[in-house]
């Protein structure tokens, strides 16, 4: 990684020059693609002269900035100053960009906006700071209508867009217009959705939930009561919908999508083993919703060994940076669901604390932002 860094370096004098330039787009353009995608996501080397999205300075510096905070991975503090600095540059661009005066490439903006999401995660500072990114991604989607977002690059940078701001609606409590039928629905009329996607499109309802369950303040007993079987109502609808996803997911995924291993680089007992990221991403998304969905509902040892062990899966070295940026929730999840077991899964819960810990001494501090107990270590 050396030379990576040398080469970042080496390009950080006349940097406003810089960023309007190509070749220097691509170059931090390759480097999130060495660093952040996962190796059998890769399919061809960059083509420079296939057609690009524009976007002039603001893209220019959020992949910048992105590439940069990719590199520091928050354990090299010189790095995190440069990367910080850049990704402070581009905020500052795309703030201007967005203002109604100025907004002219709502989909070169959704990209800037999804690469200074993905930095947050990189270089870590404060909780807080992802209220703005929610909010910024949420306001630039809703320039365009739902049937803007149903072809080419605009379609594939909304899917991803909306699996972030679903998930972290989900940890914020915040509701989204992402729920809406005509969201869900018109971006995949032309383009049908992978299983993941069309998981997104089931739980999109989720954050609007736990709004509603964390309400607009002190309610009589009456209302409480009210909002509680609402909520519960609610909550059913959803797991139905996820035993529907089920259903469909394995009538065409094949017999066997996933299966248990002792072959695992990072645990010595059995792990679940899968046949592709997108496969792993999708089951264990849909596992730590169906317990999200169920209050009362604590895995039993069986599950407790086998699904949580995704974990392994999804932090293997080729994965690379998506592998622990696709695991928060699930751990998140499984911390809460273990902690709430008591006795009962206290041996999880250690396991799962363990495992916190492994990530974020593994240079993946921004883990922390989303468990209490782990914030001091930021």
Known sequence: MDHITNGAESFQSGATAMLASEDLDLFFVDIILREYTPGQEITSTIDPTAPRIGGAATLSAAIQAFALALLAGGTDPAGEDRAIAAMNTALRLLHLAIQPAN????????????CLLSAEECVPRSLYNWTPHLEGLGYIIGTLPAEAYAEDIAH??????RSALIILGIQF???CFLAWREWRFVPFQNI????????????SAIPRILDKMHGPGPMTPQLARAMSTEVLIDFRSVLLQLDSWAAGFSSSSGPIPFWYTTVSPHSQGKCIWFESVATANALAHFWAFKVLCSPTYIPSQSSI???WRVIDYMMQHNIKFFGPTSVVFLLQVAYKTYRAGGERTSFEFEWCRQKVREIIFGGYKFLGLFIDEFRVFL
Not at 103 to 112: G, K, Q, R
Not at 156 to 161: D, G, I, S, T, Y
């Open 103 to 114: 907004l002219t490439a709502p989909v070169s903006l959704l990209a800037a906006a999804m």
């Open 156 to 161: 594939r940078l909304f899917v991803e867009a």
């Open 173 to 175: 409590r915040r509701s």
């Open 192 to 203: 049908a959705p992978s299983p993941f996607e069309a998981l997104m499109s089931e739980v």
């Open 305 to 307: 060994q086998g699904y």
